[in-house]
């Protein structure tokens, strides 16, 4: 996952938005005065960003307050936190050549900006990874878990605590006309569309992909072993990405927090009853198999050798045995676009 390729959605490193032990003060423990809230590992489920389809999923714990209230804002926490490790500093800096000067790369950068609009950077410039969908998969988990892969999409504007790795939405790219702008905003590009956005997420969180990381993970997700896995890069264009990216958004895309990512998606129909999405989950489960490229054969052998919990929540015996039906089903179809 980690690799670079080209015309295809990158991944290049999981971030840890907000720690709770060093930053509690910008947490509030009621939702009242707040603003959004912050989630931890314990608030989400597979293709589920609260307690809406799982009774047993935590609400959260905790809520913060918008940029207005710097002494309470996770928000400007992680906006302190990300001007100072200085990602957009370092993008200009190796954009526009300044390594092959001997300034260091504050001079460099807030000469350039001075010349270009007026001022030096600012933590202003700096974007949050919040004011877009990203991924966010559970930092905990075990392989005697029923599932150990735990991601999702997130809404808009929420804090993720440490006990949330989340994928980097943007990447920065700055170019020379972006310099006069003022906040920056043109030198971050998406680095998922939404299509791609939810094509990953199913795919993180299908059996096949589960089945290789439970071979990796003790109790927490290592970003190294994460990004060292193999999974398909499905973008426009490549069989099963539209079939697993509309299952995957209709999962995921539930509640007035998704209303306009709904509307991105052409008026998507979020998908509320448990009999459907438990087949919807399945048919991504199997189609995840055929990216993958795996013969009937090695899809049994998966299933039946995926370790059962004693009370599942979704992994039944009637569950697995759905996901051959499925597969089968997609086998006699062909490869879908």
Not at 115 to 124: I, Y
Not at 167 to 188: D, G, M, N, Q, V
């Amino acid at each position: 996952m980690g690799e670079d390729l080209e015309e295809a959605w990158t991944v290049d490193m999981l971030t840890k938005e907000f720690v709770e032990s060093t930053d509690k003060d910008r947490l509030l423990t009621s939702p009242e005065e707040a603003d959004y809230p912050v989630y931890g590992g314990k608030n989400i489920h597979q293709f589920q960003y609260d307690n809406t389809h799982t009774e047993a999923l935590d609400g959260p714990q905790y809520w913060s307050r918008e940029m207005y209230d710097p002494p309470n804002s996770a928000q400007y926490r992680v906006r302190e936190k990300k001007f100072n490790r200085g990602n957009l500093k370092r993008a200009i800096y190796d954009a526009f050549g300044g390594s092959e000067t001997s300034k260091s790369q504050v001079q460099f950068v807030d000469k350039l900006l001075e010349e270009h609009r007026g001022h030096g950077l600012e933590e202003e410039d700096v974007l949050l990874d919040c004011t877009e969908y990203r991924i966010g998969i559970r930092d905990v988990s075990r392989s005697r878990d029923e599932r150990t892969i735990i991601a999702t999409v997130l809404p808009k504007d929420v804090i993720c605590l440490h006990t949330i790795n989340t994928f980097k939405p943007f990447a920065i790219e700055p170019e020379e006309e972006h310099l006069t702008e003022s906040p920056l905003r043109s030198p971050y590009v998406r680095r998922f569309t939404d299509q791609e956005l939810f094509a990953a997420t199913g795919l993180l969180n299908s059996i096949a992909f589960d089945f290789l990381m439970r071979t990796k993970v003790e109790t927490h997700i290592v970003k190294r072993e994460l990004l060292e896995s193999q999974l398909p890069r499905l973008t426009d264009g490549d069989d099963w990405f539209y079939y697993i990216a509309e299952r995957a958004a209709r999962l995921n895309c539930y509640g007035e927090e998704f209303k306009e990512m709904r509307e991105r998606l052409g008026g998507i129909e979020a998908a509320v009853e448990d009999q459907e999405r438990r087949e919807l989950q399945a048919e991504i489960d199997a189609a995840a198999f055929h990216a993958y490229g795996l013969k009937r054969r090695d899809v049994k052998f998966v299933l039946d050798d995926f370790h059962r919990v004693e009370n599942p929540k979704l992994m039944d015996e009637m569950y697995f045995d759905l996901v051959l039906e499925k597969y089968d089903l997609l086998d006699q179809k062909g490869p879908l676009p």
